[in-house]
T-cell receptor, first 113, second 109 residues
Framework: EADIYQTPRYLVIGTGKKITLECSQTMGHDKMYWYQQDPGMELHLIHYSYGVNSTEKGDLSSESTVSRIRTEHFPLTLESARPSHTSQYLC????????????FGEGSRLTVL | GQNIDQPTEMTATEGAIVQINCTYQTSGFNGLFWYQQHAGEAPTFLSYNVLDGLEEKGRFSSFLSRSKGYSYLLLKELQMKDSASYLCAVMDSNYQLIWGAGTKLIIKP
């Protein structure tokens, strides 16, 4: 069973606020990912990491940042939230690197007013 | 550009068999994944194909033809709990996953 946790599960905030979405996994996985998903749409990669002190940008990275100081922790920060950021954010990790299955957290549903 | 195509929605009857197709055009190929996602939940892994042919896992099977850029997920003995979205994803030459928009499967009694 996957052990990957996201907080908060639901968040409603005002425009311009800074927010951090937390993601932690206890499986010792090296690779971690952040995806954004709107209803009925494909997952879009925001950021990913190959391991500690490694971060890479995905397709939608320009308005957010990540850090990977510890293997188990991969937080995502939006410096100034906008209504266009309203979406579901999914964190995932994988064990076997490039060809391994992804284990997803339960998601953080963000609404920006 | 890179593209994954799968039907938006399908309907099937409890106890029946359904096949969900996925066609892809990507820059390189390093495997194809199928994930199941129930409404409001995170995706969960179903299958991985990297070689041509059929992979069977219980009631679920996944087929791949690399020459045709085609895969399908076959679900047998459908149960109501199989109502979910089924996501096809391809790993490209840069080992990045390209995701389809998913097929919403509705199971009727």
């Amino acid at each position: 069973e996957a052990d990957i946790y996201q907080t908060p599960r639901y968040l409603v905030i005002g425009t311009g606020k800074k927010i951090t979405l937390e993601c932690s996994q206890t499986m010792g996985h090296d690779k971690m990912y952040w995806y954004q998903q709107d209803p009925g749409m494909e997952l879009h990669l925001i950021h990913y990491s190959y391991g500690v002190n490694s971060t890479e940008k995905g397709d939608l990275s320009s308005e957010s940042t990540v850090s990977r100081i510890r293997t188990e922790h991969f937080p995502l920060t939006l410096e100034s939230a906008r209504p266009s950021h309203t979406s579901q954010y999914l964190c995932a990790s994988s064990e076997y690197g490039d060809t391994g299955e992804l284990f997803f957290g339960e998601g953080s549903r963000l609404t920006v007013l | 550009g890179q593209n994954i195509d799968q039907p938006t929605e399908m309907t099937a009857t409890e106890g029946a068999i359904v096949q969900i197709n996925c066609t892809y055009q990507t820059s390189g190929f390093n495997g194809l994944f199928w994930y199941q996602q129930h409404a409001g939940e995170a995706p969960t892994f179903l299958s991985y194909n990297v070689l041509d042919g059929l992979e069977e896992k219980g009631r679920f099977s996944s087929f791949l033809s690399r020459s045709k850029g085609y895969s399908y997920l076959l679900l047998k003995e459908l149960q109501m709990k199989d109502s979910a979205s089924y996501l096809c994803a391809v790993m490209d030459s840069n080992y990045q996953l390209i995701w389809g928009a998913g097929t919403k499967l509705i199971i009727k009694p």
